[in-house]
């Protein structure tokens, strides 16, 4: 009974990380709402606007399905929509077909899939935007010229610095903005943080992983701000660094290393784009080159066969998303292929969300559909998969490139890559041909296979070059040019043919398109032009958010008029400014930010500021977060002395094609972003602590607290094995009894223990162990506590 008393002590005592209740806020998150506007609003549109829609005229049974009040008024039945609640909403009701004088849409009935969409939308507490008033008001007219005023849209120009009436605190200009607006408020900020503390910060901030025993003492015993300038240099310089911000990117990036959707394929090559942000992270790759390379680099020139190389790798980035490819509509396959990539690059670069003006323009931004179909005639004119016939696609590949060597291409991986598109035309054509024969006979054998043989061979060859030197990168096609704008966004309803171009939101000048290109080459320009004051503010918004924890534009993924808005927006502006200034440097950016005193501040604030401020939107205090799954989990092994520095090659491959297969021993000791991420089956551990959604742009991860994770925490056999480990590291041979507990403190917790806390360990390390000095029972008693210490708060988050 004493051995539990004391467990249950030292877990009241350490703080145990046991999750409070989830309480609903009664707001919807940008994934709820992406998830409305590219999921539900086209079935709104597609199936009930032409009833109930100020658009059509009309509002049958006095119910309006255009906007948020029209069916939370109602018409003659009452509201249509109980949120969370499905069963008990009369649009569900209507829709499943089961009352048969109730039954919507009259004359075409929704497909199962159709049905799931609105019945999850509803049961998500149906998130939806449109907050049109319900006296109407007409279509609108997009006017530019206004819009290029707003703060978010205008060219930056870079402001004076504020001069705050203490001008002895800051360190940085960041701080001359920070506290200026602190006290205009009549504030004060926080106290600085203890060296401890600003240390393991830094450390996980800049690399992911926790300071030594030894950097920690050194630290403490001179905490100078030219000592504290040396550490971050030196962090900055380290190849974690770019796996730490690479892993930025990639939740950015959408990446996964298989397709997800209603085929999960294996990504093979997707490995490699992987490796080449977190390389490009690491030489501090100037912002603007990097997002040439990934929207245009197969298109780009180079002086040398290894920049040839990075720019094809860096294009993988179009080909990463999920894709539907079972859809038997060839075109509505490509049209929702071209808009998955308009919505990321919209997200991912200029924080827009470009996507909601497929099916009409834009209702809240200043887009048009005509602008939406512009951009699709780019990306229409772009090709990512391969292998469809008659509107169905029964072969499915992404298109793979040999990458060049040192000498240019592999003549015969060339010849081999060739004879697998062959192969793949081969097999469609004959599937759709009841001879079995084909136009254009030849002398390679597969030209005398049956359909049947053909998909053999095929599934033979993809194998065979799985593990060889290509890149899944895009390529122009072969006939690029504009497209229709669609209809309410019907691949089969047919608008005005729309010359390809670019958003006029930021400027009438846009790079022409030369005949026989897609334009994704003049599209990279043109997002990186000096002119697009949008770009630079919302790449430093992301790296603010990533260090303060909180954006100066909370909404990092939306600048557009349901953002958040700015709480600092000259502060913003000064930075995008020198960020330009820099040359896109993030390494720049990044050291000037951490070396600030608004960086040093601590995360208690006083009582007169927290009650000010309790959201923290003046930065008067650091912000608490939570370690990530991948921090957690590299800590846990480089704790443990089983991290493996090494980088990570060939994730994919080296699992096969089943992505649940074990992974091997050395596997288990890499970096997690090294680990390969399958969509539709994530691991544990990322689904239990909030790792990024790879089917979205996530420039913030969602920070969840459920009864799960602290279930995992304690029942873990992965945990429950570094804990051990963790606990014979810290018993030192020949050490003074009692150290043990010492050693384990300052490693996971950065600190030693208070005297209250070192007492109760030694007591649990005493009940379990039994009193024995057998060093196997003390071994376990010590890695108890080792356990319980990485389970607790305090390990867990960061001040």
Known sequence: MARFSSIAACMALIGLAVPAPVVFAGEWTDEELTFFESEVRPLLVKHCYECHSEEAGKRKGGLWLDRRGGWSEGGDAGPALVPGEPDKSLLIHSIRYGDPDLQMPPKSRLSGAEISTLEKWVALGAPDPRDAAMGGGGEREIDYEAARKEWAFRPVVKPDLPVPADSEWGRRPVDDFILAALEAEGLAPARDADAAVLLRRVHYDLTGLPPTVEELRSFVADP?????????????????????????????????????????YTFYQAWRYRNY???????????????????????????????????????????LGPKMLTERDKEKLWLDTVDEQIDTIGRAFLGLTLGCARCHDHKFDPISQEEYYALAGIFRSTEVVTGTRNGCVNVASWIER??????????????????????????????????ATVADEGADPLFQMSAGELRKELGKMIADLKDEDLAMAPRDAADPGDIHLRVRGEPAQLGPLVPRGFPRLL????????????????????????????????????????LFGRGIVETVDNFGRLGSGAT?????????????????SFKTLIRDLVL???????ATAS???????????????????????EEFRDSVLFLSGQLDPAPGGATATAVGIDLDKPLSYAEKKKRTLYLPIARNNPS???????????????????????????????????????????????????????????????????????????????GLIADLSGGAEDPEHLADAVSHLAHILLASTEFLYLE
């Open 224 to 264: 100078s701000a030219k000592v504290f300038a040396k550490v971050v240099d030196e962090l900055l310089a380290r190849p974690a660094f770019g796996e730490k911000w690479g892993r930025h990117w990639l939740d950015v990036a959408r990446y996964a290393d298989s397709n997800g959707g209603d085929r999960n």
């Open 277 to 319: 942000v977190i390389a490009s992270f690491h030489r501090d790759k100037p912002y603007y080159e990097f997002l040439r390379e990934q929207v245009a680099g197969d298109l780009m020139s180079a002086p040398d066969p290894a920049t040839r190389r990075g720019q094809i790798i860096a294009s993988t980035f179009l080909a």
């Open 402 to 435: 040999p990458l060049p060597g040192s000498d240019g291409i592999n003549p015969e991986l060339q010849k081999r890559v060739e004879r697998l598109e062959l192969a793949m035309r081969l097999t469609v054509e004959k599937r759709g041909n009841k001879n």
């Open 507 to 546: 400027g009438e000048e846009a790079p022409s398109i030369p005949a026989g290109s897609s334009g994704r080459l003049e599209l990279a320009d043109w997002l990186v032009s000096p002119d697009n004051g949008l770009l630079d503010r919302v790449v430093v918004n992301r790296v603010w958010g990533y």
């Open 568 to 584: 600092h927006p000259e502060l913003l502006d000064y930075l995008a400014a020198r960020f330009r200034e820099d040359g896109g």
């Open 596 to 602: 600030s005193r608004t960086y040093r501040l601590g």
């Open 607 to 629: 009582g007169k500021l927290r009650e000010a401020d309790p959201a923290n939107r003046f930065f008067g205090r650091h912000e608490r977060r939570r370690l990530t799954a």
């Open 684 to 762: 544990t551990l990322l689904s239990l602590f909030d790792g990024a959604n790879p089917d979205l742009v996530s420039g913030r991860r969602n920070e969840t607290t459920v009864p799960t994770q602290a279930l995992y925490l304690l029942n873990s056999s992965f945990l429950q094995e570094q804990a051990a480990a963790i606990g014979k590291r810290a018993m030192e041979p020949g050490g003074l009894a009692g150290s043990e507990v010492d050693r384990l403190y300052e490693a996971l917790l950065g600190r030693l223990p208070r005297p209250q806390e070192r007492t109760c360990a030694l």
